[in-house]
């Protein structure tokens, strides 16, 4: 059973770097399988943020982009993510997840439990 | 631009059909993807591919998907389906896009 779990800092403050590690088990990140992060604000909807595929190559969401990092440690298993200068904007839960290929499109079929980050001071 | 479309709430009766709705310029070229989301929880699949179900998902759960709009249909409505419900669509361009959601409310 493939299993994902978030952990970093609940609390940033402003104008700070959000960051958080997504522990995989029960399959290698070196699989054929991208990694993403979604996030969800309080109240809303699904924000896809980015992924990245074992090699480290990586897609991020363009309004994201310019503070976006997501990175991948194969040793440890895991991958994280960086996002600077946050705002009380990026406040959200954020779920790290695995992505499945299909012809033509993918989807994510694990998902971790969520971690809620606040931005405050 | 591209955008889905959910309604905001759905409501139905126990033991009826709901049928939640996700619409997009000529959606029926994708493949559509549905997740339920309980208060609290993670996303959890229930429909892939338009209409295919993982394991574990009742049969209860099916998906369609034509022109502009894609839907889920989730038959003998219980409690234990109250959620919200959201699809999402993938392409080369614009990545990973999820609907807005919809609230499914037993009455």
């Known amino acids: 059973q493939v299993q994902l779990q978030e952990s970093g800092p609940g609390l940033v403050k402003p104008s700070g770097t ?27 909807g699904l924000e896809w943020i980015g992924e990245i595929y074992h090699s480290g190559s990586t897609n991020y969401n363009p309004p994201l982009q310019s503070r976006l ?17 946050v705002t009380a904007a990026d406040t959200a839960v954020y779920y790290c997840a695995r992505e499945v290929a299909s012809p033509g499109t993918y ?7 969520g971690t809620l980050v606040t931005v405050s001071s | 631009s591209d955008v889905l479309t959910q309604p ?8 009826q059909t709901a049928r939640i709705t996700c619409g997009g310029n000529n959606i029926e070229s994708k493949s559509v993807h549905w997740y339920q989301q309980k208060p609290g929880q993670a996303p959890v699949l ?14 209860r759960f099916s998906g369609s998907n034509s022109g502009n709009t894609a839907t889920l249909a989730i038959s003998r409505v219980g409690t234990g389906d109250e959620a919200d419900y959201y699809c999402q669509v993938w392409d080369r361009r614009t990545h990973w896009l999820f609907g807005g959601g919809t609230r499914l409310t037993v009455l």
């Not at chain 1, 960051?19 to 604000?41: F, K, P």
């Not at chain 1, 989807?107 to 439990?113: A, E, L, N, T, V």
């Open chain 2, 8 to 15: 905001p709430s759905v409501s139905v009766a126990p033991g």
């Open chain 1, 69 to 85: 990092t997501i990175s991948v440690d194969k040793s440890k298993n895991h991958f994280s993510l960086r996002l600077s200068s």
């Open chain 1, 107 to 113: 989807y994510f079929d694990y998902w971790g439990q």
């Open chain 1, 18 to 44: 959000l960051s958080l590690t997504c522990a995989v088990s029960g399959d290698s990140i070196s699989s054929d399988n991208w990694w993403s992060w979604v996030r969800q604000s309080p109240g809303k």
């Open chain 2, 46 to 59: 229930v429909i892939h591919d338009d209409s295919d179900r993982p394991s574990g998902i009742p049969e």
